[in-house]
């Protein structure tokens, strides 16, 4: 078996007429760009586009693998260049047991699979053709069709306060509100950790996932995994979201939690940070507090043991996001060692001199070893590098 790189949450922004289908995406965010980027700058080896259910993204991956410029496996996935496409379709479930919106991802292995489940959408939300709409349907009964169609279902960015499982859609527990047999994984987001997870012990029988839920082709990578396969595939990823037969998440790369725009309590409209339990800002008297993911899992904890071994958790950024790396610097690299991936995983200190400004370096370096120092984000705010 071989380690590949992965990142299973990345959104489309506009069809090939530029019609939008995240109305928050990038314009040159198409299907096409995607996998192109994927395979031909940052090193992907898979990537998971979760707005398949869109008709016209489907049209865009037809058109693909009309041309010969991708083939669909047997073992499920699509073949673009270096990079297997995996299709998804992020939802929005707000059923009687919810307490707020929740977020999922579901995965399928074929496009026919993926164009069946767009049909069945099609009478279960209003806008099929749009990003993360609302799914006029229970959660279980989400959980039940994409089960009995041999798909993946994972809960999206679990912690983040506005549209996640333990965000606002359940009061304690997943059981509220899913099947906790029919879930394969659940995706951490930007504003949490392995550490941070593992204190709520339901979590503990599931592989955690870091995507980088990008809207901008920049952002791909911008949090991902390294896993065990045998060969990219969808039937691989199954047993690694499983963890059958030797495959798993070898690695979780992500941001220091800190950096994650919901990590601190803060106040909505100064962005101050607050203390739990404020009823208003005691800085501008405001009553708009937006509870961090920090606080919220401190509500939530009740891990009683000792967790099970987990893969490391490696705290790092974008390569582009390194203080001195520009467009120039960032395509010289690329241009000298082939990919992102490679940059940040395999090309050597002694290499990399002659590409790169000394203190990049030294900061790409820390980065490498865990000793990445942030300050901290909340409120909708990013934290950043401390330098």
């Given at each position: 078996?071989?380690?590949?790189?992965?990142?299973?949450?990345?959104?489309?922004?506009?069809?090939?007429?530029?019609?939008?289908?995240?109305?928050?995406?990038?314009?040159?965010?198409?299907?096409?760009?995607?996998?192109?980027?994927?395979?031909?700058?940052?090193?992907?080896?898979?990537?998971?586009?979760?707005?398949?259910?869109?008709?016209?993204?489907?049209?865009?991956?037809?058109?693909?693998?009309?041309?010969?410029?991708?083939?669909?496996?047997?073992?499920?996935?699509?073949?673009?260049?270096?990079?297997?496409?995996?299709?998804?379709?992020?939802?929005?479930?707000?059923?009687?047991?919810?307490?707020?919106?929740?977020?999922?991802?579901?995965?399928?292995?074929?496009?026919?699979?993926?164009?069946?489940?767009?049909?069945?959408?099609?009478?279960?939300?209003?806008?099929?053709?749009?990003?993360?709409?609302?799914?006029?349907?229970?959660?279980?009964?989400?959980?039940?069709?994409?089960?009995?169609?041999?798909?993946?279902?994972?809960?999206?960015?679990?912690?983040?306060?506005?549209?996640?499982?333990?965000?606002?859609?359940?009061?304690?527990?997943?059981?509220?509100?899913?099947?906790?047999?029919?879930?394969?994984?659940?995706?951490?987001?930007?504003?949490?950790?392995?550490?941070?997870?593992?204190?709520?012990?339901?979590?503990?029988?599931?592989?955690?996932?870091?995507?980088?839920?990008?809207?901008?082709?920049?952002?791909?990578?911008?949090?991902?995994?390294?896993?065990?396969?045998?060969?990219?595939?969808?039937?691989?990823?199954?047993?690694?979201?499983?963890?059958?037969?030797?495959?798993?998440?070898?690695?979780?790369?992500?941001?220091?939690?800190?950096?994650?725009?919901?990590?601190?309590?803060?106040?909505?409209?100064?962005?101050?940070?607050?203390?739990?339990?404020?009823?208003?800002?005691?800085?501008?008297?405001?009553?708009?507090?937006?509870?961090?993911?920090?606080?919220?899992?401190?509500?939530?904890?009740?891990?009683?043991?000792?967790?099970?071994?987990?893969?490391?958790?490696?705290?790092?950024?974008?390569?582009?996001?390194?203080p001195g790396i520009g467009k120039k610097?960032?395509q010289r690299l690329i241009d000298r060692?082939?990919?992102?991936?490679?940059?940040?995983?395999?090309?050597?200190?002694?290499?990399?001199?002659?590409?790169?400004?000394?203190?990049?370096?030294?900061?790409?370096?820390?980065?490498?070893?865990?000793?990445?120092?942030?300050?901290?984000?909340?409120?909708?705010?990013?934290?950043?590098?401390?330098?």
């Open positions: 078996m071989k380690s590949y790189f992965a990142d299973l949450h990345i959104h489309v922004g506009r069809d090939r007429e530029g019609r939008p289908v995240k109305i928050t995406g990038a314009r040159s965010l198409t299907l096409t760009n995607i996998v192109k980027e994927a395979s031909r700058t940052k090193g992907l080896d898979l990537v998971g586009v979760i707005d398949a259910q869109s008709p016209a993204v489907i049209k865009e991956i037809k058109s693909l693998l009309a041309s010969g410029e991708a083939m669909e496996q047997d073992d499920g996935g699509i073949v673009y260049e270096n990079t297997l496409l995996v299709l998804g379709s992020e939802i929005e479930i707000y059923d009687a047991l919810c307490k707020g919106p929740i977020h999922v991802l579901c995965y399928f292995p074929y496009l026919k699979d993926m164009e069946k489940f767009s049909d069945w959408l099609s009478k279960k939300m209003k806008n099929v053709s749009l990003s993360t709409q609302r799914f006029y349907g229970t959660g279980l009964e989400l959980q039940e069709y994409v089960n009995q169609n041999k798909g993946l279902f994972v809960p999206a960015h679990i912690f983040t306060p506005f549209k996640s499982m333990y965000g606002k859609g359940v009061k304690r527990s997943l059981e509220e509100v899913f099947d906790p047999r029919m879930i394969d994984a659940v995706e951490l987001g930007l504003s949490a950790d392995t550490a941070m997870a593992d204190k709520i012990l339901e979590l503990e029988r599931y592989t955690y996932l870091t995507n980088s839920d990008a809207h901008s082709l920049g952002n791909l990578a911008r949090e991902y995994q390294k896993v065990r396969m045998e060969k990219p595939s969808f039937l691989e990823l199954s047993k690694v979201m499983r963890e059958e037969q030797g495959r798993g998440v070898l690695a979780n790369y992500g941001l220091d939690p800190r950096m994650g725009k919901y990590h601190k309590t803060v106040c909505a409209y100064c962005l101050q940070a607050v203390s739990l339990g404020e009823a208003t800002c005691p800085y501008c008297h405001s009553k708009k507090i937006v509870k961090g993911v920090y606080d919220r899992i401190e509500e939530l904890k009740s891990a009683s043991k000792e967790n099970r071994a987990r893969p490391a958790y490696i705290h790092q950024v974008l390569l582009s996001s390194i610097t960032y060692f082939g990919s992102e991936m490679n940059v940040v995983h395999q090309a050597s200190t002694v290499e990399l001199e002659a590409f790169m400004p000394a203190k990049s370096l030294e900061i790409l370096n820390r980065m490498r070893a865990g000793r990445l120092s942030v300050k901290a984000g909340g409120g909708g705010k990013y934290g950043s590098i401390d330098i």
